[in-house]
């Protein structure tokens, strides 16, 4: 018998409005920014000849960095950021598709309503967290 391969594929846009704080000093900006980001996320899991595709309307998360800008003149500055995103996806419902002699046989379930109050017939609500770290370093140019 084959060996079954599982591996995820997921697409994700994110709006962040967020709110800055910075002070100068000299010719250093330290700052800090804080908001909240809406998610829209379809994320598929493939095992075998079974797929599941994931969905929902969107997910909340949050985004936070603190970074410095330092400015080497009027026009030119360096600056490193620091970031960390958070969310999780909550699927809403999920469509599962078999492949049985070449063809395909699909099936929708609900998984929650849009309230979160209740489950639908399936045994287990998948939640999968995404995290992210990141550290930017670069020049800036000041119009």
């Known amino acids: 018998m084959g060996e079954t391969i599982e591996y995820f594929t997921n ?3 994110s709006l ?18 804080f908001g909240f980001s809406m998610n829209f996320v379809n994320m598929n899991l493939f095992e ?12 909340i998360g949050v985004n ?22 958070s969310f999780t996806f909550y699927a809403d419902k999920v469509i599962f598709t078999e492949e049985i002699n ?18 639908g017939n399936l045994e287990a609500i998948h939640e999968f967290p995404f995290n992210s770290i990141n550290i930017s370093v670069g020049v800036k140019y000041i119009l």
């Not at 962040?16 to 920014?33: C, E, H, R, S």
């Not at 929708?108 to 979160?116: H, I, N, P, S, V």
């Open 102 to 119: 070449g063809v395909k046989h699909s099936q929708e379930f609900e998984l929650r309503d849009k309230f979160g109050n209740g489950y």
């Open 64 to 85: 936070a960095s603190i970074g410095l800008n330092y400015l080497l003149n009027n026009n030119i500055g360096i600056f490193i950021e620091t970031s960390v995103s």
């Open 48 to 59: 075998g000849t079974y797929t599941y595709e994931y969905t929902t309307d969107y997910s």
């Open 11 to 13: 697409s994700n846009l």
């Open 16 to 33: 962040i409005p967020a709110v800055i704080l910075q002070a100068k000093i000299g010719q250093t900006i330290p700052f800090m920014k």
